[in-house]
């Protein structure tokens, strides 16, 4: 296959990319062996540990009934910041305390973390977002003004589950437990993306912020060399992703479960499409 140089980038923080880029390079590995995977770690994921902030994280979990994460970063990075205040989960939160979570990535982080699957309230394959996990919760409490509820975050993002928590009357506390810090315009990583055939390159998209700040970048036309998605392909863990990928120029979009295992699954679909058009 002379000149099929097939490419995978992975655009997630660097400390998560590492997982699911072990599960596409087996996933593809059987379909074709010289995929190149390419690392563009479009945010990075800045934990807070002051002692301040350790201090509200460790109070708000003492006595709150009903525990929000957000994300994967907002698990790992509370898990780490208990950690920091030579603390445990266990002795931390009250026994039968609630927990939810937007996706199912999430779920997988916390059962890693040693919670059971039982224990974690989340919303069903397709409706992996606030609006599915809002669903659920309202299935499972009735009594808000009894809930005191702790969303664990990232800086911005979230409003809406905010806002309906707000609505019913729930005591609400909200711990921004990590900053999001774009990768520079200027960085050499990009210049990797430049680099590939776009019409063998397939995005894995996995935050809507992230494909925001990836247009950003496309804008720059005037920037050598110039980095160029029209003729990619993206594959989205969301529709709302896939939407944000539609909105800054991306015309060939797929959406899989946010799940790594769908994403590499799903990855190795595309690549078994390639090699099929380019023999």
């Known amino acids: 296959m002379k000149g099929f140089e097939p490419a995978i980038i992975v655009t997630r923080p660097t400390g998560q990319a590492r997982r699911l880029t072990e599960l596409i390079q087996a996933a593809t590995q059987a379909v074709y062996p010289s995929v190149r995977m390419v690392s563009l770690p479009l945010l990075t994921i800045i934990p807070k540990n002051d002692f301040a902030l350790l201090t509200q994280l460790r109070t708000a979990l003492q006595r ?131 680099e590939l055939d776009p019409l063998h390159t397939l995005w894995t998209l996995t935050s809507s912020e992230a494909v925001r700040h990836l247009g950003e970048r496309c804008k720059e036309v005037n920037r050598i060399p110039r980095l160029a998605i029209e003729n990619s392909s993206a594959l989205c863990s969301h529709a709302n992703i896939a939407y944000a990928a539609q909105q800054i120029g991306f015309r060939n979009i797929s959406v899989c479960e946010p799940r790594d295992e769908s994403i590499s699954q799903s990855a190795a679909a595309w690549l078994v499409e390639q090699v099929k058009r380019f023999p």
Request: net charge negative; proline share 5%.
């Open 64 to 194: 709150s009934t009903l525990i929000i994460f957000v994300s994967p970063n907002a698990i790992e990075c509370a898990m780490r910041a208990v950690d920091d205040a030579n603390s445990s989960w266990g002795q931390l939160v009250n026994p039968g305390v609630k927990i939810g979570v937007v996706g199912q990535s999430s779920q997988e982080a916390l059962i890693r973390h040693g919670l059971t699957k039982a224990s974690i309230l989340v919303p069903a394959h397709d409706e992996s977002d606030s609006e599915g996990l809002w669903r659920v919760l309202q299935s499972k409490i009735t009594d808000w003004p009894k809930e005191s509820v702790l969303i664990i975050k990232g800086e911005g993002g979230r409003e809406t589950l905010i806002e309906q928590l707000r609505s019913v009357g729930a005591g609400l506390e909200i711990v921004s437990i990590y900053s999001r810090v774009p990768l520079d315009l200027a960085s050499p990583l990009w210049q990797s993306c430049t």
